[in-house]
């Protein structure tokens, strides 16, 4: 089974980032830019074939490794 | 209009992030996963309404900025 982990910085946490990565646009002519947030994504295939079980592994390994939650927020998504 | 854009390194591209990742996993106890691919995951907020100009807007940052499209390839999502 594959899965899709999505890690973003919560709102109201500073994205140095994507405000980076939106000025950048901005000079590059790219003007219609309001808003840039960027995240991570992690795709892992699993030997685990049980959905359920599937999904409560990888939220353990986002909260004990894949995300720092204090400041990010994660989603997961069974392929 | 929001867009999300996708970047992951092209299959057959050593990925050593993922590989650190996965063998971080492993040493935690995770021992049911066999692969971990990492990208870069960027949420825009785009003033263009137009579904069909924003999708080809962002495709155009991807070419020119966002994505190295030499060893990583993209995928746009509007939203």
């Given at each position: 089974?594959?899965?899709r982990v999505h890690i973003m910085l919560k709102t109201?946490?500073?994205?140095p980032q994507?405000?980076?990565v939106r000025h950048a646009l901005g000079t590059l002519g790219f003007e219609g830019v309001t808003g840039v947030?960027?995240?991570?994504?992690?795709?892992?295939d699993l030997a685990?074939?049980?959905r359920a079980k599937a999904g409560a592994d990888?939220?353990?390994m986002c909260e004990t490794l894949l995300a720092n939650t204090v400041i990010e927020q994660y989603d997961v998504e069974l392929l």
């Amino acid at each position: 089974m594959k899965a899709r982990v999505h890690i973003m910085l919560k709102t109201g946490v500073l994205d140095p980032q994507g405000e980076a990565v939106r000025h950048a646009l901005g000079t590059l002519g790219f003007e219609g830019v309001t808003g840039v947030r960027q995240g991570k994504v992690i795709e892992l295939d699993l030997a685990e074939t049980d959905r359920a079980k599937a999904g409560a592994d990888v939220a353990r390994m986002c909260e004990t490794l894949l995300a720092n939650t204090v400041i990010e927020q994660y989603d997961v998504e069974l392929l």
